[in-house]
């Protein structure tokens, strides 16, 4: 199933202390945003990528496209102060025909082209689809420090992205919280308060954000294992 992406990039990622974005820092010999480029653009079913980024960081954007090679970036939409503002920014950028769009972190490098194959899909056949796994720890609730309820993890998802969407379910849903002023934790919530329904997908627990100086010990691990699994 054909689809575009967009990967808001204009994140400052003050929890990484890198001082710098941190899709910019070096995994493994390669910046983290070329690890996570790298993924949709050896995928035939991706059509174009469209990165949202910080207007001071665009000519280094453009400069690691060329460098690494990166071919499929239709354009470099204006990043806002939020997260949502610059998804939504990466929207009107898109073709006026794109069917399927998928929004993606750009620091989850390891997102897999059958996990991103099973939600575009998903997103054709229900209008929005998201990549989840179940979560692992027990869930407490509390209430002034102490715990109020175990919360029964049975029909609990941890959320990850790709987020898939036809582009009109998304565009709607992204229309609304701009006229209401909300501000979403995702693209799944916007959807979500419209009432349309969100269908996961379940993904794996290598597909990490990296988010904290400790996420990059991670990401270095799954790196090797996949390098020794190809052995």
Not at 127 to 144: E, L, M, N, W, Y
Request: with cysteine; proline share 4%; net charge negative.
């Amino acid at each position: 199933m054909d689809y575009f992406v967009v990967i808001p990039a204009a994140g400052k990622g003050k929890r990484m202390k890198a001082g710098r974005n941190k899709l910019f820092l070096d995994l493994e010999g390669l910046p983290v945003i070329i690890h996570t480029l790298a993924v949709f653009e050896s995928d035939p079913f991706c059509k174009g990528i469209v990165l949202s980024v910080h207007s001071d960081e665009q000519f280094e954007f453009e400069q690691l496209l060329s460098t690494h090679n990166i071919k499929k970036v239709h354009a470099l939409a204006a990043g806002g102060q939020e997260r949502q503002y610059s998804v939504y920014s990466g929207l009107k950028a898109l073709p006026p025909e794109t069917e399927i769009v998928l929004v993606h972190d750009g620091a989850r490098p390891f997102i897999t082209r059958d996990t991103i194959a099973l939600l575009a899909e998903s997103a054709r056949e229900t209008g929005a689809a998201i990549a989840a796994v179940p979560v692992k720890d027990t869930i407490k609730q509390a209430d002034s420090g102490k715990v109020s309820q175990t919360v029964d993890r049975a029909n609990l998802w941890s959320v990850q992205t790709p987020q898939a969407f036809r582009t009109s379910v998304l565009l709607a849903a992204q229309q609304k919280a701009e006229d209401e002023q909300f501000l979403g934790t995702d693209e799944s919530s916007l959807v979500e308060r419209t009432g349309y329904p969100v269908q996961i997908v379940e993904s794996d627990y290598d597909n990490i954000k990296l988010t904290t100086p400790e996420d990059l010990y991670f990401a270095r691990a799954i790196i090797a294992k996949r390098k020794e699994s190809q052995v």
